[in-house]
């Protein structure tokens, strides 16, 4: 069963790049079946999830157009992982950041059917 594992630093100064990677096992990343997109969604204290952005299986990326401007998304196929960078943070950044697995259900029904466990990111 795939799994994914976000790893990271936990504090992030003041207008520095918030870097996290995604390790997924037992499942690609690259591979077109199912037509996967991996992506990160992030969870702030007290509030909803937050989408940031996807890599899709292709290599493409799409990005939160209140984010884009700061995000960046990008892949390593032969280590099977995905990074976020999220640049010139502020306290509004700090959340539980996510990585997690879209799959396609057919037509224009998808569902994130793998998730990481999150990690606390702080800016301090």
């Known amino acids: 069963q795939v799994q994914l594992q976000e790893s990271g630093p936990g504090l992030v100064e003041p207008s520095q790049t918030l870097s996290l990677t995604c390790t997924v096992s037992d499942g690609s990343i690259a591979i077109t079946t199912n037509y996967y997109y991996w992506g990160w969604i992030r969870q702030p204290p007290g509030k909803g999830l937050e989408w940031i952005g996807y890599i899709a299986y292709s290599g493409s990326t799409y990005y939160s157009p209140s984010l884009q401007s700061r995000t960046a998304i990008s892949r390593d196929t032969t280590k099977n992982q995905f990074t976020l960078q999220l640049s010139k943070v502020t306290p509004e950044d700090t959340a539980v950041y996510y990585c997690?697995?879209?799959?396609?259900?057919?037509?224009?029904?998808?569902?994130?059917?793998?998730w990481g466990q999150g990690t606390q990111v702080t800016e301090a």
């Open positions: 997690a697995r879209r799959a396609w259900r057919g037509y224009y029904t998808y569902e994130y059917d793998n």
